[in-house]
């Protein structure tokens, strides 16, 4: 089950002016379910988006990635079931036919419209299934259907994933809220995950980009369920400017650091939800790494505790087998690290330090920690002043079953 975690209360999710959000089944992986989302964006809306490094990405990470070249969106197509991945010059003809039935649903051209979608990969595209729905999810169109499209796009998630928060910029009050999908397939340059975060504020279209990427750095790109990199994995930031703040054009100044907090807050809350209901979890762990010389060798070593089969185990049995912990700082690729000068914590517990077990470490006090549902492992590198967080889960019984049975 999750991991204290549960699906937010629908009205806690705003409506953001300029997004309507509508849902059908397309019944492409099971008859009945509500599997396409459809969300209708007002003329004048910015979007920005970062997508998977996976070379083998899918069709619709393609034309995203082709789209989003062009000035205007007004519409992105979401469906469950089935990734239109590793399917060729045939997927992409398929997402390009999703794309052009909902322009002429929308009254816009195909370049307009931004494909999703996540499932199983290597099969078909029912775009005939997708197309016969698409009426219906613009029937349902309505700005307070945030929570019907967080249950939409969920695969294998247990809990939907959705959030809202409210800042002041420029003197008006800004709405950000946003949905994501992902429990497993995870991991960092893109963490199979889908995450869609609209405001209303305004802000300049150059700022847009740099925004998603800064923001995608300390969230999404800071969760791993399994170290798999997914091949759809999409970020989108939606920017509707219908808030009346004047036009945020200044990355350094105080409007542009209220909004970037206000969105990144929502894509944390997200992600680490994502962690939390990791597929068959049990334990939702966070990797501090502080005192790096640098924000890449803290990362390479957070992320080296952090999908290591070995410490996920360990963590699900509650057992304190916290070697594991310190092979894999060894092994994280830094290769000048001073192992005699750090210390690893689990909780408020000195585990290691000066190469070795702490003198004051007991196994029971490793013990009791690995029993809580929520963990923090520490290392302190003591060799400068840079940090970084990862998070995470446990490997359980459930996760070989939830993946050995993903297809049927």
């Not at 169109?141 to 809990?159: F, P, Q």
């Not at 916290?322 to 060894?330: D, S």
Request: contains cysteine.
């Amino acid at each position: 089950m999750p991991v204290n975690l549960t699906a937010p209360d629908p009205a806690s999710l705003l409506p953001v002016a300029g997004v309507r959000l509508g849902i059908a089944s397309a019944g492409i992986k099971k008859p009945g379910k509500r599997d396409l989302t459809l969300i209708e964006l007002a003329p004048g809306t910015q979007v920005a988006g970062v997508f998977t490094q996976n070379r083998f990405c899918a069709a619709p990470v393609t034309l995203c990635k082709q789209h989003l070249a062009h000035d205007t969106i007004r519409a992105l197509v979401i469906n469950t079931g089935n990734a239109n991945a590793g399917t060729g010059e045939e997927g992409l003809s398929r997402a390009r036919q999703t794309c052009e039935a909902v322009a002429q649903l929308m009254g816009c051209a195909a370049e307009n419209v931004l494909p999703f979608s996540t499932g199983v990969i290597l099969e078909p595209l029912p775009a005939d299934k997708i197309l016969t729905a698409l009426p219906a999810a613009q029937a349902d169109l309505a700005s307070a259907h945030w929570s019907e499209a967080a249950h939409a796009i969920m695969t294998t998630d247990i809990v939907a994933k959705g959030a809202s928060r409210q800042a002041q910029v420029g003197g008006k009050t800004i709405t950000v809220t946003g949905i994501a999908k992902g429990s497993g397939m995870i991991h960092p340059n893109m963490a199979t995950m889908l995450g869609y975060v609209a405001t209303d504020a305004a802000i300049a279209p150059s700022l847009m980009q740099q925004l998603v990427k800064e923001v995608a750095d300390v969230s999404f790109n800071c969760v791993t369920v399994d170290g798999d990199t997914s091949t759809n994995d999409s970020f989108i930031l939606i920017a509707t400017g219908q808030a009346g703040n004047a036009t945020i054009a200044d990355p350094a100044g105080a409007d542009y650091a209220a909004l970037k907090a206000a969105v990144s807050a929502v894509s944390i809350e997200l992600a680490q939800a994502m962690a939390r209901d990791g597929e068959g979890a049990t334990k939702f762990i966070t990797v501090q790494i502080e005192g790096g010389r640098d924000h890449a060798e803290c990362k390479q070593i957070a992320y080296a505790i952090a999908r290591s089969p070995l410490i996920k185990t360990a963590f699900f049995a509650s057992d304190p087998n916290l070697g594991r912990i310190l092979a894999a700082i060894g092994y994280a690729g830094v290769s000048d690290l001073d192992v005699n000068t750090l210390q690893v914590y689990l909780g408020d517990v000195l585990v290691a330090e000066k190469g070795g077990r702490a003198a004051s470490y007991t196994e029971a006090q490793g013990a009791a920690v690995m029993k809580e549902a929520d963990i923090t492992v520490r290392v302190a590198l003591n060799r400068g002043d840079v940090s970084a967080t990862v998070w995470t889960c446990d490997f359980s019984y459930d996760y070989v079953k939830i993946n050995a049975e993903y297809r049927t």
